[in-house]
């Protein structure tokens, strides 16, 4: 199995240096896949700010209120506000109350937003098909594997924090850090 500067890794490495390698091969493809992105021609999804693709990546999923959003994206009410202001004025979001409890501001994408949010993941497939197009079957094997284990530590990851959150009495069971 070859790195990306075409040598085979030393298999003697410690887990930390492995984990640092790992960490800036991945810094290191973003960056590429963010130049193919830039040069993919979709001028919407780079007109937008990390907060704002962010939210629209939570809004994606279903409607949600101002307040859980913000709870999701870990940010302010404020902050979260003119967030969603800025989509709204684009035409990527709507706000309305929410019919069960008025006092609730229920945001939601609209069909520019998901048209918004449906091409991103288009070009993402597209740039790491291409990027992917040049290993052989044996690396493309070895890369799939990888992403199995790295798929299961999400998942663990996943588990580990809904039980952090979980609910004693009524109250969010924390764990010390």
Known sequence: MLTGNGETPPSSHDRSTLVGDIL???DLIMRN??????????VEIFDLSMAQFRAICCLEERPVN?????????????STTGVIDRLVERGLVSRHEDPEDRRLVVCE?????QEVAASFYEADHAITEAMLASLSLEDLRVVHQAFLLMSQGAAQLREAMAQETATVAGQPLRRAP
């Open 24 to 26: 800036a091969q991945l």
């Open 33 to 42: 896949l963010k130049h193919r992105f830039h040069k993919s021609g979709d």
């Open 66 to 78: 101002m307040s859980k959003l913000a709870e999701s994206l870990g940010v302010s009410l404020p």
């Open 109 to 113: 994408l609209t069909s520019k937003g």
